[in-house]
């Protein structure tokens, strides 16, 4: 397997955390393979798209991008070099062979359960095999046969614990791009956590696109995500637990009371709603309603009060109306987001609400942004109370002024600090002094004290 010069890889990553965590595992496969990872396509000998498939005219873009990765291997042939191509993630798995007919530059189409394959499918492009396109479903599992995790420079990982959707939500393509839902057995994802913890990580986020549904194998019986969350805990070193993405009817007792007495549990939770509307919940195929929803918020902030909520929110849902609208501005103001993603409705080809009747896209501009200003008014509230405070800060990096290191709030705040370079990983106390809109800043406490 390996090459006698190392070759270049460089991969570029859109959409979600779970896209990172692959482009993440495929490096890792790949520098096994012999490759190196480079900063610039310019660079590179193999160059992926990791793609995402979620909204608005994501092929489309692509398209564009495999054109400019085109010219790119036109200026490269010149001087004598080659370069691969691959699509990866979600529109590889939606288009498949498609891409290779549209653009013939294309080398590899590899959907995200296929990974694993792609030393293999390299060495078939290398024995002459031509394009080669890997968009099944296939019966072993990837994580097994993917490498160990490498040694990493930050404190925080995304592990991934959970994979694909049976919710099949009506605007959704999520159920038909990643399939049904899988969960990796607890053994492995504890192998995985503690090859994490031995190289230096301190806070996992647990990833999947319903990642509270989580039902790994457990020594013959069933995790729940709670269940997991505490046999990680216990890992010596990691301090800090999230997870992400998850649905509101999947916050079972057992995760809530979890982040009641779990203090690795941090106290910030993605859970979205879509919308305040029953009738648009209901035509959406959520099957909650923004009551029980906010019932379920209680519940969250009666175990942990101080919880900071985030969601997201999609505006111009076919039908939506104003009263409809209105709905959703209500539940935003009864449940004071700490932060949230707002989406206009972009119909997804293959998903039930693609073929009813569209709200006109002015509607649509203008409800994003009365919903983004009153987020905003939310986020900046929230932002705004944690001056003053003293929290518990895990600094990440360096920061953008010398001597500056940026860390995270246990809310999820980027934090500015004036802080030496090896209290990098550390979790210490920072007093908050001032608020930017996305991020805080504050003085290391000993220094003030
Ligand atoms: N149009 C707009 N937003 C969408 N999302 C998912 N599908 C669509 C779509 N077709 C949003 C949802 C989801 C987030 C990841 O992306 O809000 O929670
Ligand atoms: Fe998509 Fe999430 Fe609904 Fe699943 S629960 S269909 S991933 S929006």
Same mark, same amino acid.
């Given at each position: 397997m390996n090459a006698i010069t190392p070759k270049k890889l460089f991969i570029r990553t859109y959409g979600c955390q779970m896209n990172v965590y692959d482009s993440e595992r495929m490096s890792e496969s790949l520098t096994d393979a012999g490759y190196t990872a480079v900063d610039t396509p310019d660079e590179a000998d193999l160059v992926l798209l990791n793609t995402c498939h979620i909204r608005e005219k994501a092929a489309e873009k692509v398209y564009s991008e495999l054109g400019r990765m085109r010219k790119l291997a036109e200026e490269k042939a010149t001087r004598g070099e080659t370069m691969r191509v691959g699509v990866t993630g979600c529109v590889a798995q939606a288009e498949g062979e498609?891409?290779?007919?549209?653009?013939?530059l294309v080398d590899l189409v590899v959907g995200p359960q296929a990974y694993h394959r792609l030393p293999a499918m390299l060495d078939a492009?290398?024995?002459?095999? @031509? +394009?080669?396109?890997?968009?099944?479903?296939?019966?072993?599992?990837?994580? $097994?046969?993917?490498?160990k995790r490498a040694r990493r420079a930050?404190?925080?990982?995304?592990?991934?614990?959970q994979e694909g959707c049976d919710k099949f939500c009506?605007?959704?393509?999520?159920?038909?791009?990643? @399939? +049904?839902?899988?969960?990796?057995?607890?053994?492995?994802?504890?192998?995985? $956590?503690?090859?994490?913890?031995?190289?230096?990580?301190?806070?996992?986020?647990l990833l999947g696109q319903n990642v509270n549904a989580y039902h790994g194998e457990d020594d013959g019986g069933t995790a729940t995500l709670a269940s997991l969350a505490r046999q990680i805990a216990q890992i010596d070193g990691i301090e800090r637990i999230r997870y992400t993405t998850s649905h509101p009817n999947d916050m079972d007792d057992d995760l809530i009371a979890a982040h009641g007495d779990l203090p690795e549990l941090m106290p910030y939770l993605h859970l979205p709603v879509q919308s305040g509307s029953d009738r648009i919940l209901?035509?959406?195929?959520?099957?909650?309603?923004?009551?029980?929803?906010?019932?379920l918020i209680d519940r969250i902030r009666a175990a942990r009060p101080d919880m900071a909520m985030s969601g997201d929110f999609i505006v111009g849902f076919p039908g939506e109306t104003d009263a409809d609208f209105e709905d959703t501005l209500a539940l935003i103001d009864a449940v004071g987001y700490a932060q949230a993603f707002s989406f206009k409705y972009s119909p997804r080809p293959g998903t039930p609400a693609a073929s009813s009747e569209q709200v006109p896209e002015p509607v649509k501009e203008?409800?994003?942004?009365?919903?983004?200003?009153?987020?905003r008014v939310h986020q900046i509230r929230f932002q705004d109370s944690c001056v003053g405070r003293v929290?518990?800060?895990?600094?990440?990096?360096?920061?953008?002024?010398p001597g500056q290191l940026t860390g995270r709030s246990p809310y999820l705040q980027p934090v500015h600090v004036y802080a030496p370079d090896n209290m990098i990983r550390q979790i210490v106390p920072v007093r908050i002094d001032a608020t930017f809109p996305n991020s805080l800043s504050g003085t290391l406490i000993e220094e003030t004290a």
């Open positions: 498609e891409i290779v007919r549209r653009q013939p492009l290398d024995a002459g095999q @031509g +394009a080669q396109v890997e968009t099944d479903f296939p019966a072993e599992d990837k994580f $097994a046969a993917l490498p930050s404190p925080s990982a995304f592990l991934s614990v009506a605007f959704c393509v999520v159920p038909y791009t990643r @399939g +049904a839902e899988f969960s990796r057995p607890v053994a492995q994802v504890m192998t995985e $956590a503690r090859r994490l913890a031995e190289s230096g990580v301190r806070e996992v986020t209901k035509a959406m195929n959520r099957k909650h309603t923004a009551d029980s929803y906010l019932k203008e409800r994003l942004v009365r919903l983004n200003d009153l987020l929290l518990p800060v895990m600094f990440e990096k360096t920061g953008r002024e």
